[in-house]
């Protein structure tokens, strides 16, 4: 599992993922993933540990944290963006994703995750 010297610790609710954090890994996270979050603190102990940040691994997080808001979720990824194999940019107002897997948002069941 690499760490990379520029690697940052983004807490939201109470899952920490451990992977560096740009604007538009925030922002997909933020509309993707959680309705509202508030940003704060991680805390230091943890009672479930996630190990992948990819889809399923985010999905997983969000999952447990629905079933109990009180949750305290670590989650690791080995590359310096979570998001697995997912490569997500924007270009000409235009959301483009790569990679062999993507995420649609434009199903309900989808927008609901």
């Not at 610790?9 to 899952?15: A, E, Q, R, V």
């Not at 993707?32 to 603190?41: G, P, S």
């Not at 990824?77 to 924007?90: E, M, R, V």
Request: proline share 2%.
């Amino acid at each position: 599992m690499g760490i990379y010297h520029d690697t940052r610790i983004l807490s939201i609710g109470d899952c920490a993922i451990l992977c560096t954090v740009d604007a538009q890994l925030a922002h997909i996270w933020l509309h993707v993933l959680w309705k509202c979050a508030l940003i704060y603190n991680m805390r230091k102990t943890y009672n479930t540990v996630i190990v992948g940040a990819g889809l399923s691994g985010l999905s997983l997080a969000w999952f447990l944290l629905e079933q109990n808001p009180d949750n305290r979720i670590l989650l690791i990824g080995k590359q310096k963006l979570a998001g697995g194999a997912i490569k997500t940019y924007h270009d000409q107002g235009f959301l483009v994703e790569e990679g062999p897997h993507g995420f649609l948002d434009n199903c309900q069941a989808g927008r609901e995750l």
